[in-house]
């Protein structure tokens, strides 16, 4: 292969990377990927394939194998070349993966089917596109008809024919040899020894080096390969150099392990570790007053010990209420990779930086933007942002700042109109990403491919001004239904799928509906009802194609709990544990658009309220209690009616609340009856004073006085934590709280019975 030798020669002289497309049938492309690698002298290089393929050679016996769905471990990591053998599957996120690795002057090897037949094709990918009733058959190969498009017209990307031995294009752009960036200096004032600025490699790793040595809250951006953990390792060694304690986080170790080999490498170099570590992993460096120290992120928010300053490393892809609990350190930086091939980081600029403005803190940014490990504009970094759309943005903000409910025009966008149309595509999907916080290279596959998926958009002349995503689920065939109920988890179909599998509701499968995936309006045309007013779109929309419900399930907060009942969705499910990615219980929500629809809602609501008291009274004890309330509030309960189900206090009960209400009688002695009257009120929420009660009714039970229903009747917490969190001087004077709400109640809800004890003891 002489051709992989001048495309690796040419590769080193720039300092640049180049692609080698081997397309043709799978075990040709794979022997000749073995001579390409031989031919260009390459002794490290990764696989990414089926376990039983290989690139069998003599000389290549070193060669690591992963397959596709392990391509996280090549994260933070480099290599001369990685092989992605896309015979059987075409993995978005290994391709990705795989690019991030190679270093400069290395080469990225691509085993494909004929160019021509590739998109017609349907692989071990497409299988997992095709939810629940769809098929793979069903799966479009947009995809991969745009990823072809790509390899013919981009620089650096070298096409053989392996069926013909045809070289269909060289791939050689005969750049001039790369240039040694001047040596970066140490500033004037520098506090951090020399020996820190000495080992960056560019002035920005210099310039995000000095930005630690004073500093309260520090953002450094970058695109992958640019050294911002290298800069985050070296100014951590300075610091523990000087006494500080540093907790480094990040989704998981190997994120944060070039950040402790530098940091080792130049404290080292300082003659400054107090205790040897030579592993190739290493977790805590102590100097002789400080240290660099390695935690999980869940443990991590707790700031064990003397914590004075936290790191979080990719912080991009952690939840953003971790990231906040960080905050409570005396400094804290996050490093974040804004065009990441694991997940892209924009949603944490649109997540976060709300949470950093309202912190009060002082916050300093830092963008690097130099490359490293290989040239600027290298070719296949400039490939790989256009083919996986990892550069897609918004429209700017001009284009949409007028956008309102009257000037906007909805539109189905179609898949095939976004692959015709690339400026709609990278508008629409980069307006998605900011919707959410981890958006992956598959997620774009997903949104061009999947036949259940549809996007729906809000255009401002032309230019997206909302967006939403949305997924088909429901109408399942009875076996499939009864397999789920028996325990089978089914993709792509998340709705029926807990309403079957954890609600016990075998006919939850049964309507067919629009899942929300995403909705996203753009930051400059944001709080005009925009998102609300597409959302009504979609509905109409929905009933027309004769669909039942909407749905969407989501990491719940107290606002998003709240817009999403404001657009008529209730409350159906919360989970009873932590979403890994948003790091919130999940709320599951229902809008019914047929009778079915309105059917499957009010099931679930009824049952929703029967099991929550028992959920929120045990793995929901800890769930932010103006989480618990919106939820409760967008359930639609009427708490002024006589549901036996939710209100069925005995007059006994009657008496031990009207008796607390007049410190006759102590909430302990029957706290069933409270818990019972917290979930009747909170699920109707307050009353909104249209003259419906009788006069002399109280009006509202405060949002204090329902926290302390949540925390205390619903939650079970313990009266000192209690008394703690709601900011009670004292346990005595939160139990009295307690009896005015209850009083409260007993006037609004009570018999005239319960009225009249109270009246007595009074």
Same mark, same amino acid.
């Given at each position: ?44 290089? $990764? ?33 001369? =070349? ?81 069926? $013909? ?7 050689? $752009? ?35 080096? =000095? ?18 953990? #290298? ?36 404290? =080292? ?43 979080? %490393?990719?912080?991009? +892809?952690?939840?953003?209420? *971790? ?18 091939? &694991? ?48 550069? =897609? ?12 409910? @009257? #000037? ?7 898949? %095939? &109109?976004?692959? +015709? ?6 508008? +629409?999907?980069?307006l998605l990403v900011t919707a959410h916080y981890r958006t992956e ?7 061009? %491919? ?20 949305? +997924? ?7 076996? !499939? ?17 807990? !309403? ?39 509905? #109409?929309?929905?009933? %027309? ?37 948003? @790091? ?20 679930? $609501? ?80 307050a009353d909104t004073g249209d003259g419906s009660l009788p006069e ?63 009246? *007595?003891?009074?």
């Amino acid at each position: 292969m002489e051709l992989a030798a001048r495309l690796r020669a040419e590769a080193r002289r720039a300092g640049e990377r180049r692609l080698l497309v081997l397309a043709g049938a799978a075990d040709r492309t794979r022997e000749r990927a073995t001579d390409a690698l031989a031919a260009a002298g390459v002794t490290d290089a $990764t696989y990414l394939g089926p376990a039983d393929a290989s690139l069998a050679s003599p000389t290549l016996d070193s060669t690591e194998h992963l397959p596709l769905d392990r391509a996280t471990e090549l994260l933070g990591t480099t290599r001369e =070349a990685v092989v992605v053998d896309c015979q059987e599957a075409c993995g978005p996120n290994a391709i990705g993966r795989a690019v991030g690795a190679v270093d400069g002057g290395g080469l990225l090897l691509l085993l494909t089917p004929p160019l021509d037949d590739w998109p017609d094709r349907r692989d071990g990918f497409d299988a997992t596109l095709a939810v629940p009733p769809f098929e793979r058959a069903d799966v479009s190969g947009h995809f991969r008809r745009r990823l072809v498009d790509t390899l013919w017209v981009h620089r650096g990307v070298a096409v053989v024919d392996v069926d $013909t031995g045809a070289v269909e294009r060289e791939g050689l $752009t005969d750049p001039p040899p790369r240039r040694r960036p001047p040596d970066p200096e140490p500033p004037d004032d520098h506090r951090f020894p020399a020996a820190a600025y000495e080992a960056c490699l560019t002035a920005d790793q210099a310039g995000a080096v =000095a930005a630690f040595e004073e500093f309260e809250t520090l953002v450094l951006e970058a695109d992958r390969g640019r050294g911002k953990s #290298s800069a985050a390792g070296l100014a951590a060694a300075c610091l523990a150099r000087e006494g500080r304690d540093v907790l480094v986080t990040a989704p998981a170790y190997r994120n944060a392990r070039e950040l402790f080999v530098r940091a080792r490498e130049l404290l =080292a170099d300082l003659d400054a570790l107090a205790v040897q570590d030579d592993s190739e992993n290493p977790r805590k460096l102590e100097t002789a007053d400080g240290q660099v120290r390695f935690l999980p992120p869940a443990e991590a928010v707790e700031l064990p010990g003397d914590t004075d300053v936290a790191i979080a %490393d990719e912080a991009a +892809a952690l939840p953003v209420a *971790r990231l906040e609990a960080l905050l409570d350190a005396p400094a804290a930086a996050f490093a974040t990779t804004v065009h990441g091939y &694991e997940g892209a980081g924009r949603g944490f600029d649109v997540r976060f930086r709300d949470r950093l403005a309202e912190s009060g803190r002082d916050v300093r940014e830092v963008h690097l933007s130099t490359p490293i490990r290989y040239a600027p504009a290298d070719p296949v970094e400039v490939w790989a942002f256009r083919a996986l759309a990892l550069d =897609a943005r918004p429209a700017v903000d001009p284009l949409v700042a007028d956008a309102a409910p @009257g #000037s906007v025009v909805y539109r189905r966008l179609p898949s %095939d &109109e976004l692959l +015709a149309d690339e400026h709609l595509l990278r508008e +629409a999907f980069g307006l998605l990403v900011t919707a959410h916080y981890r958006t992956e290279p598959d997620d774009l596959a997903r949104l061009l %491919d999947a036949p259940n998926v549809a996007v729906r958009a809000l255009l401002q002349d032309g230019h997206v001004a909302s967006v939403a995503l949305l +997924a088909q689920e429901g109408g399942l065939p009875a076996e !499939l239904r009864a397999r789920m109920y028996a325990g089978e988890r089914v993709r792509g179909n998340m709705v029926p799928d807990v !309403l079957t599998t954890q609600c016990r509701d075998e006919r939850a499968g049964v309507p067919v509906g629009w899942r929300v995936l995403r909705i996203a309006t753009h930051p400059a045309a944001r709080s005009r009802g925009l998102g609300s007013l597409l959302l009504e779109r979609v509905r #109409s929309e929905a009933g %027309d194609r004769d669909l039942d419900y909407l749905g969407v399930g989501y990491g719940a907060t107290p606002a998003l709990v709240d817009f999403w009942a404001d657009n008529g969705f209730g409350t159906v499910h919360l989970s009873t544990t932590r979403n890994e990615r948003s @790091g919130e219980h999940s709320a599951v929500m229902v809008a019914p658009v047929s009778a079915a629809g309105r059917e499957l809602l009010d099931r679930h $609501t009824g049952w929703f309220l029967r099991r929550v008291p028992g959920m929120l009274a045990d793995p929901l004890s800890g769930v932010d209690p103006d989480v618990v309330r919106a939820a409760l509030r967008a359930t639609g309960h009427d708490p002024d009616s006589t549901d036996a189900s939710v209100l069925d206090l005995s007059a006994f009960e009657w008496r031990v609340v009207a008796g607390t209400a007049e410190g006759a009688a102590i909430f302990d002695t029957a706290p069933r009856p409270f818990r019972r009257l917290a979930l009747h009120h909170l699920a109707g929420g307050a009353d909104t004073g249209d003259g419906s009660l009788p006069e002399g009714t109280p009006r509202e039970v405060d949002a204090r006085a329902e926290r302390l229903l949540v925390l205390k009747a619903l939650q079970a917490r313990p009266w000192p934590e209690v008394a703690d969190a709601l900011d009670y001087p004292s346990t005595a004077e939160c139990k009295r709280a307690m009896g005015r709400v209850a009083g409260s109640l007993v006037d609004r809800y009570g018999t005239e019975a319960a009225r009249e004890d109270r009246r *007595r003891l009074r």
